[in-house]
Antibody
């Protein structure tokens, strides 16, 4: 079955960077785009962008174009999301999700809590 | 791209029906049938319950149904059950090839 397993919770100081991983299994890794979304405490879902695991191409939401980098390692079926110049309002649960061919998210990771605090 | 608009909360008694609206624009909901809905229980990741406006993945009860009219979509839960108490989010693929989500709706079962 499809599984997306994310790295564990992290605490960072303002100005630092964080890198979250998402390991995919149960399907052909390069066949589906993987997306990153986040959810601030008590807030809704915010789409951050996607990576094509096959080519490595990316598309970032306008709000994240200056601070996010998405990469992949095809040898281990894992994608990464790195967020730099962290601020307190980057405190959120970060999710990876698989995009089905008809533009919806059919599988989600369990989420990774990133806390930005001095 | 602005978030899609949903009511903050809806409630209903067990067995009743509730409908959640999701209002967008001609650039998102109105541009295609790529509307999906997600259920999120406290402390859990979102779960897909409706895709392409009105299709249910296997395992999703048929009391969940979706529809679309112009720039708005809606999710109806018929025969409300206690386990339906959760947050619900709509999402749309847009004409700019990006995604936008709704503001979220908390469903309370009285």
């Amino acid at each position: 079955q499809v599984q997306l397993v994310q790295s564990g919770a992290d605490v960072r100081k303002p100005g630092a960077s964080v890198k979250v991983s998402c390991k995919a299994s149960g399907y052909i890794f390069t066949a589906y785009y993987l997306h990153w979304l986040r959810q601030a405490p008590g807030q809704g879902l915010e789409w951050m962008g996607w990576i094509n695991p096959g080519s490595g191409s990316t598309l970032y939401a306008q709000n994240f174009q200056d601070g996010v980098t998405m990469t992949r390692d095809t040898s281990i079926g894992t994608v990464y999301m790195e967020l730099s110049s962290l601020r307190s309002d980057d405190t959120a649960i970060y999710y990876c999700a698989r995009e089905a061919p008809r533009q919806y998210f059919d599988s989600w990771g369990q989420g990774t809590l990133v806390t930005v605090s001095s | 791209q602005s978030a899609l608009t949903q009511p903050p909360s809806v409630s209903g008694s067990r067995g009743q029906s509730v409908t959640i609206s999701c209002t967008g624009t001609s650039s998102d909901i109105g541009s295609s049938n790529r509307v999906s809905w997600y259920q999120q229980s406290p402390g859990a990741a979102p779960r897909l319950i409706i895709y392409e406006v009105s299709n249910r993945p296997s395992g999703v009860p048929d009391r969940f149904s979706g529809s679309q009219s112009g720039n708005a979509a809606s999710l109806t839960i018929s025969g409300l059950q206690a386990e339906d108490e959760a947050a619900y989010y709509c999402s749309s693929y847009t004409s700019s090839s990006i995604y936008v989500f709704g503001t979220g709706t908390e469903v309370t079962v009285l």
